[in-house]
T-cell receptor
Framework: NAGVMQNPRHLVRRRGQEARLRCSPMKGHSHVYWYRQLPEEGLKFMVYLQKENIIDESGMPKERFSAEFPKEGPSILRIQQVVRGDSAAYFCASSPPSTSGSTGYNEQFFGPGTRLTVL | GEDVEQSLFLSVREGDSSVINCTYTDSSSTYLYWYKQEPGAGLQLLTY?????DMKQDQRLTVLLNKKDKHLSLRIADTQTGDSAIYFCADPSSNTGKLIFGQGTTLQVKP
């Protein structure tokens, strides 16, 4: 069973360009979480998605950032008109459907991350 | 709001015990987690503890939970150079299961 896959692993963009980050969850997992790790900082939650639904986007910046998890294909985190402050490592995690709600044990499996550098 | 705090850095000698501490604010979580991040890699779940437990031991790892003080610790016995990494404690949000991470503790193990 392949783990969570993210691509690209490294992405370089110039200011003003668009960045598209992809995440393929583990087989059988229908929940996807995106986190951002700024240099020398911990991970900050961005968005939580289930297939075709955004469940919690409380950590997403209000502008330029969007996320989707279509019925078919990977989850996409899209950053429009990137700025230098967007340079970070973006991690995706997936988890299986929880049988006991969000308070039960529900391990999140992390991908290797995409390291975005904005020049 | 929900918050998780950790000390940023710990240096130990190989063979010593390491203790990494964490405090959290959301006391409704059923589980609390410890993740390990090696350089340039993603996060790997190291261990977890159920909130009605005070202690959990897993080989060289011991997790202690003090619910009254909202304090969590991870003890690594006989620390090895391969244990050098960043360790994050994580508290799942009671609403959606999103993880609230501490800043991470960088563990440096000197030979």
């Amino acid at each position: 069973n392949a783990g969570v896959m993210q691509n690209p692993r490294h992405l370089v963009r110039r200011r003003g360009q668009e960045a598209r980050l992809r995440c393929s969850p583990m087989k059988g997992h229908s929940h996807v979480y995106w986190y951002r790790q700024l240099p020398e900082e911990g991970l900050k939650f961005m968005v939580y998605l289930q297939k075709e639904n955004i469940i919690d986007e409380s950590g997403m910046p209000k502008e330029r950032f969007s996320a989707e998890f279509p019925k078919e294909g990977p989850s996409i985190l899209r950053i429009q008109q990137v700025v230098r402050g967007d340079s970070a490592a973006y991690f995706c995690a997936s988890s299986p459907p929880s049988t006991s709600g969000s308070t039960g044990y529900n391990e999140q499996f992390f991908g290797p991350g995409t390291r975005l550098t904005v020049l | 709001g929900e918050d998780v705090e950790q000390s940023l850095f710990l240096s130990v000698r190989e063979g010593d015990s390491s203790v990494i501490n964490c405090t959290y604010t959301d006391s409704s979580s059923t589980y609390l987690y410890w993740y390990k991040q090696e350089p340039g890699a993603g996060l790997q779940l190291l261990t977890y503890i159920f909130s009605n437990m005070d202690m959990k031991q897993d080989q060289r790892l011991t997790v202690l939970l003090n619910k009254k003080d909202k304090h969590l610790s991870l003890r690594i016995a006989d620390t090895q150079t391969g244990d050098s990494a960043i360790y994050f404690c994580a508290d799942p949000s009671s609403n959606t299961g999103k993880l609230i991470f501490g800043q991470g503790t960088t563990l440096q193990v000197k030979p």
